[in-house]
């Protein structure tokens, strides 16, 4: 993945213009993501698209903020599972979105920005530091059900994030001496 400023933007997916059904390997997998996060999965939707060029290696995508984001690592569709609930989550707090919610005109802006947030970290690391109470694979999109059915789900349930505790700095213990 690599990140580079560019100051024009349309905020949508620059993935191949003359995809079709043969064109994305797994499009029913990927129209049953885009299902799940309530967006629209005609294939020549904007989501699917950008479903599609992640699973492809071929994404392209620009952040609110302007910066585009080019993913040529091809994701697997448990890994986009995980990029969306990220995106769900960026755009239901983006003040600057009105509704709050994911939707085919914002979608591969919030995958850019995940995708930028998340850097080279692992996607499940990235996830769990950034949002509050995730837990892979139990349902944190939007109709609960978690899943992409294709078994690569972790089971280990992540432990919830603690508060930093600043230790209180050691005083030495000083016996005062009796005066005479």
Do not use: W
């Not at 885009?34 to 294939?43: E, F, Q």
């Not at 989501?47 to 994701?75: D, E, M, N, P, W």
């Not at 949002?131 to 109709?143: C, F, M, V």
């Amino acid at each position: 993945m690599t990140a580079t400023h560019d100051t024009t933007h349309d905020g949508q997916s620059h993935g191949q213009s003359n995809q079709d059904h043969s064109a994305c390997p797994g499009l029913s997998e990927a129209q049953n993501l885009a299902t799940n996060y309530h967006l629209k999965t005609a294939s020549q939707g904007e989501a699917v698209k950008a479903i599609c060029a992640l699973h492809q290696g071929t994404f392209k995508g620009v952040t609110s903020g302007g910066v585009t984001v080019t993913a040529s690592r091809v994701y697997g569709y448990g890994e986009i599972d995980q990029l969306l609930t990220y995106a769900q989550y960026l755009a239901s707090h983006d003040k600057a979105n009105a509704g709050g919610s994911l939707s085919d005109t914002n979608v591969s802006s919030y995958l850019a920005a995940a995708l930028h947030s998340c850097g080279t970290s692992a996607l499940q690391t990235c996830l769990k530091n950034t949002i509050p109470n995730y837990q892979p694979g139990s349902g944190n999109n939007s109709n609960g059900n978690g899943g992409n059915g294709d078994g690569n789900k972790p089971t280990v349930t992540p432990t919830a994030h603690k508060p930093a505790v600043t230790p209180t700095p050691h005083k030495p213990i000083v016996t005062p001496t009796p005066h005479q």
